[in-house]
T-cell receptor
Framework: DADVTQTPRNRITKTGKRIMLECSQTKGHDRMYWYRQDPGLGLRLIYY???????NKGEISDGYSVSRQAQAKFSLSLESAIPNQTALYFCATKDAGGPKNEQFFGPGTRLTVL | RKEVEQDPGPFNVPEGATVAFNCTYSNSASQSFFWYRQDCRKEPKLLMS?????NEDGRFTAQLNRASQYISLLIRDSKLSDSATYLCAVAQLGSNYQLIWGAGTKLIIKP
């Protein structure tokens, strides 16, 4: 089983709809991240969390919200989706004390907003 | 100017050749550097960290040039399976270890 999972893997929705993307991990890591990836722009950080109930804004948090109710789960919400939120979304985890400072990514959610 | 920049490529390279690409960063406070590999439509995976003294992992060599503010990745004896996009990531001291990402360099190895 994958260590970091994301649901759904693909989603098509309409402008104005509320969307939630879920991320779960079995790695026991305390840090979790949400990124979006757009062609030519690289990964951009939306929100991150260092522990349950800890929430921090990233570079592009406007239009998004997150929830970290359990160590293993970090969900991303788009309250009212708009077409420029069409992107590939990745969740990542990191062990704060890990020797490599490596981030482990989920398989991604491809979101299309019409 | 972007904080972390990469040549998007694609680099088209014959199998067996050596290829190198760079990643420049603008913030001199950058402390940690990484190369990730991303296959098409897949998640990024850590290829290697980049240490000040340079480091090697099999056919892959990573170097850091602090004076000129860039890191490099060299791949020797390239394989078809090396075809991917290579992302560099940089973290600054005091940033809660947030990674700033380059947009990636696409590498295509041809038989």
């Amino acid at each position: 089983d994958a260590d970091v999972t994301q649901t759904p893997r693909n989603r098509i929705t309409k402008t104005g709809k509320r969307i939630m993307l879920e991320c779960s991990q079995t790695k026991g890591h305390d840090r979790m991240y949400w990124y979006r990836q757009d062609p030519g722009l690289g990964l951009r950080l939306i929100y991150y969390s260092f522990d349950v109930k800890d929430i921090n804004k990233g570079e592009i948090s406007d239009g998004y919200s997150v929830s970290r109710q359990a160590q293993a789960k970090f969900s991303l919400s788009l309250e009212s989706a708009i077409p420029n939120q069409t992107a590939l979304y990745f969740c990542a985890t990191k062990d704060a004390g890990g020797p490599k400072n490596e981030q482990f990514f989920g398989p991604g959610t491809r979101l299309t907003v019409l | 100017r972007k904080e972390v920049e990469q040549d998007p490529g694609p680099f088209n390279v014959p199998e067996g050749a050596t290829v190198a690409f760079n990643c420049t960063y603008s913030n001199s406070a950058s402390q940690s550097f990484f190369w990730y590999r991303q296959d098409c439509r897949k998640e990024p995976k850590l290829l290697m960290s980049v240490y000040s003294s340079g480091n090697e992992d099999g056919r892959f060599t990573a170097q850091l040039n602090r004076a000129s503010q860039y890191i490099s990745l060299l791949i020797r004896d390239s394989k078809l399976s090396d075809s991917a996009t290579y992302l560099c990531a940089v973290a600054q001291l005091g940033s809660n270890y947030q990674l700033i990402w380059g947009a990636g360099t696409k590498l295509i190895i041809k038989p």
